[in-house]
């Protein structure tokens, strides 16, 4: 399999939305996000990326199928909870680069596309003059029941990319978990680096 990996702009970014939207289902359906989406949630929710002049999507593409993305957003354009997380850093929100999600179909895993994923956000970010990128993870409990067994968390994966958690910098989202009747509030611990 031959994976191109490529930053979207303008209209070519709003063309991949929906295959976006799909994968972001697909994938985050799994540990540690649980997350029974639906395309009408979806469509309203990348709207960010449409609707940002500085937004991007990075597309990772088996021909012309997409396999796997990553999005990004100046701070201040993302969820206003995730920048209010940020009120008593002292952290100006027109300084960072919000890193959203990576999202990556199984077979295509382990080939270094998240650090392609990564490399095209920051290079984005820096372009743009920010001085930090960050992103958040979910938090859930060790003991949760849906938690595979064999899950391996990305934790060492972002250390080596210089990320650190952003000790008490906390959001909240909801969103509905596959299994449930509606939608819950989840913890997102965010993490950042210096670029």
């Known amino acids: 399999m031959s994976v191109t990996v490529q930053p979207l702009t303008g209209a070519a970014l709003e063309a991949a939305l929906d295959d976006l939207a799909r994968l972001r289902i697909a994938v985050f359906r799994d540990w540690p996000y649980l997350y029974d989406g639906d395309l009408y949630y979806e469509r309203r929710y990348l709207a960010t990326y449409r609707d940002s002049p500085e937004a991007l999507v990075v597309g990772a593409f088996d021909g012309a199928r997409l396999v796997g993305a990553a999005t ?6 993302h969820a206003e909870e995730f920048g209010a997380a940020f009120a008593a850093t002292g952290l100006a929100l027109s300084d960072i680069f919000y890193c959203a999600e990576s999202v990556l179909l199984m ?9 392609a994923f990564f490399d095209l956000r920051e290079a984005h ?3 743009l003059g920010r ?8 938090v859930r409990p060790e003991d949760h029941p849906a938690r595979p067994a064999d899950y391996r968390p990305l934790d060492p994966f972002w250390r080596k990319r210089g990320y650190a958690p952003l000790e008490g910098v906390m959001a909240e989202y909801s969103w509905k978990d596959v299994g449930e009747a509606k939608e819950t ?9 210096a670029l």
């Open 131 to 138: 001085r930090r990128s960050a992103f958040c993870r979910v």
């Open 185 to 193: 509030a989840k913890p997102m611990q965010f993490w950042i680096k």
């Open 125 to 127: 970010a820096r372009r």
């Open 107 to 115: 077979d295509y895993r382990g080939r270094g596309i998240g650090h």
């Open 72 to 77: 990004g957003t100046p701070m201040e354009d």
